[in-house]
């Protein structure tokens, strides 16, 4: 099945749908009143369309959900963490452009085909 719109993740869906994903997950962290989160939400969009079948897009809100962004040491939102094989490739915080979370996520791409 394939991905290409963000898919929003509970902390008891974290390990199934995100730590055992077969595909690279970017994990964005976020709140309903963050206006940076706001910001990149069309960024994500844009990246999960175009790297549909690639990667998957989760979207995770903390006010609902604090379990798994404690435990990942999330002190500011947004956070983007790209996980693969449940490993966290890179952390990114804060809003970026879109030009810049593309070539993060081509980067985080790479060092996942080369292992």
């Not at 730590?19 to 994990?27: H, K, S």
């Not at 998957?56 to 956070?79: C, F, H, L, M, S």
Request: proline share 8%; net charge negative; charged share 20%.
């Amino acid at each position: 099945m394939m991905i290409d719109t963000p898919i929003h993740v509970h902390d008891s869906e974290f390990q199934t749908q995100i730590l055992n994903a077969d595909l690279p997950v970017i994990v964005d962290f976020w709140a309903p009143w963050c206006n940076p989160c706001k910001m990149i939400a069309p960024s994500l969009e844009k990246l999960a369309k175009d790297f549909a079948g690639k990667l998957i897009v989760a979207k995770i809100n903390t006010d609902e959900d604090p379990q798994w962004a404690g435990q990942y040491g999330v002190q500011g939102i947004p956070t983007l963490l790209m996980i693969y094989k449940g490993k966290i490739i890179h952390r990114q915080t804060g809003a970026a452009p879109e030009p810049v979370l593309r070539e993060v996520v081509e980067q985080f791409l790479d060092v996942v085909n080369e292992k």
